[in-house]
């Protein structure tokens, strides 16, 4: 059994598996709890096998190249479950969702990373000037997020130019995340190779990587369509708002479950590996993820996605770059201030169950 588990093809075919057992479902018409479930199960593996591939990838390029393809390209399951959750039009699940995933790895994730890693190990050091680059982005991030909403809640003149404003501070993002790119090639702190340093296992060669990386985008892709499909009538019948199937389910099921290596590489005392891994995820949901979406949806999407968001998610991106840099900034971490991480997330999420 242990083997099995650790055979390098085992997430491949788990994630195969769970992809052509939810189209079964859907296509047979079956409970859409179960198809979600399935659907949800599935995208987390492909999440992983994607992780995977991607850390193979980089024995075939710089340091600072595989950084940025590996958090490019794990972000690909939430980008085609938003994308066709745009097609819906379920606005709010994907707002929440792409809000909800920066709270699952800034807080739920680095969390966790911090308090199992502290409780085995006691206080972990780390070099800070990675994670204090990260949170100065964060931050720069979540400013242009919020003042589409100020602008709105404010009744500034701007207010009756919320898609253009939304527009505006995508492109504004998306020039920052590709000003940055020359950057982290050249192997700065922005992104860190994150692929283990310690790994047993052979090598892929460039061809497998390829191969496995596009069987999952397609797979991806495919099972993302019927996740969403199975969303809305899941909604109904377990009486979940949008707002929090998206916050908390659908960014879960889209993005962090990959990050939960950032876990393993705490518990093994690599709190380098394991910063770099989740707080470089959120960076690139904020910088690159978010704006792109902005953009796709005012051409291929029926409903237009703008940066208006409703303001106690606004308050809660802004506690949480302010606590995840104040407590990175020191290059230490332990157990407490990973709980504290924890229950942030636990408060900014319970009130969006009742909508």
Known sequence: MRALLNNEWTPFAAALTASIVTGILTFAHASPVLTFVVSGIALGILATVVGQASEHLGNHMGPGAAGVLQSSIGNLPELFVSFFALQAGLVTVVQSALIGSIFANSLLVLGLAFLFGGIKHGTQRFSSEAPRAIVIMMVLAVSALAMPTLAHILHTPAEAHEETLSIASALVLLVIFFASIPFSLQGGPMVEAIHPADRKQKPWSLLRVVLVLVAAGISAAVTSDWFVEALQPTMETLHISQAFAGLVIVA??????????????????????????????????????TPILVLLSFFFTPVALTLVLPPLLVVGLALTAILSALIVYDGESNWLEGLALVGLYLMIVIPFWWG
């Open 252 to 289: 879960i099921a889209g993005n962090a479950v990959e990050n939960l290596s950032g876990i393993r590489w705490a518990l093994k005392n690599k709190s380098d590996f394991a910063i770099s891994v989740i707080m470089n995820s959120s960076l690139q949901i904020a910088l690159a993820l």
